[in-house]
């Protein structure tokens, strides 16, 4: 009798212990990988002049990005800052300082799993209005999103929402009314992420009044700002807690004549739940004519 007493006591225990485990299972707080996001911001890309050339020669508009992109495409978004429109009279050109490129260049976007550009830039325009509607039809027809016209963009991932902004600090100064967008899109995502295309070309340091535009755009509401043009890798530093990243360099361009301006850095953010978690910066380098790849 005692015997049976035991089993059944021993019986009870061990399915306590496994209704407990279950609810702790299913009602206990842990955290869910899957609600992850991971975020790359690269450097200025160009795939006009000389990379166009190299690469419609090859018949592989990808090659520029041969290298990189089964990293990039691990991420949930890729931005980058595209230095050129894409136009179907673009013609070859090996100096010209009046970037364009081939419709064609635009797999190479597609393969590397680019999600967003900025077109806020000194290029942007190389062929008016009509060459700027031309690259974001192209872009569209991708469903590659474009941002730095004035407007927000918003790329939803495992429930949250990545603002992204683009201006362009070379061709005008910022006004009020470009901090006042800033601020006015802080409602409309839960992450803001602002591209700035600004600063001296080929300098190491950014100039004070980066650094105060800077300031700016954080205390605007900006969650990381991220900037292009210097052709050079520049410093970062946190603002208020928030990542600014002065100038990431070329990624993809072909202004191979310097070691500084084919190095390049690419941002990876990861992002739980909206929260920024992890933050690394991942260094690239050209050794290939216009080909980045990451430096272990």
Known sequence: ???????????????????????????SPRINQ??????????DVMLGRTVMTKSL????????????????????????????PMVSNCHRSYESLIFCADPAMVEGLVTAGIDIVNLANNHSRNYGESGLAETIEILDEKEIL???????????SKGIKYGFLGFD??????????????AESVGKADVL???VHWGAEYRKEPAEIQ?????KLVEAGADVVVGHGPHWVQGMEYINEKPVYYSLGNFV???????????????KLTYRDGKLVKEEELSTYMSSWAQPEFIR
């Open 57 to 84: 020669d090859l018949s592989n508009p990808s090659y520029p990005f041969e290298k990189v992109s089964d990293e990039l495409n691990e991420a949930d978004i890729v931005f980058v800052n595209l230095e050129n």
């Open 146 to 156: 474009t941002t730095g016209l004035g407007e927000l963009v918003v790329k939803e």
């Open 193 to 195: 992420v602002v591209s």
């Open 211 to 215: 650094k105060q535009w800077a300031k």
């Open 169 to 182: 600090f070379i061709s005008k100064i910022p006004k009020e009314n470009d901090y006042k967008l800033v």
């Open 1 to 27: 009798m005692n015997g049976n007493k035991s089993q059944t006591f021993l019986l009870i225990l061990t399915a306590s212990f496994f209704m407990l485990l279950i609810y702790t299972l299913k009602f």
């Open 253 to 267: 361009f072909d202004q191979m004549w310097s070691e500084e301006t084919r190095k390049s850095l690419v941002i």
């Open 34 to 43: 899957g609600s992850e996001t991971t975020i790359m911001l690269t450097g």
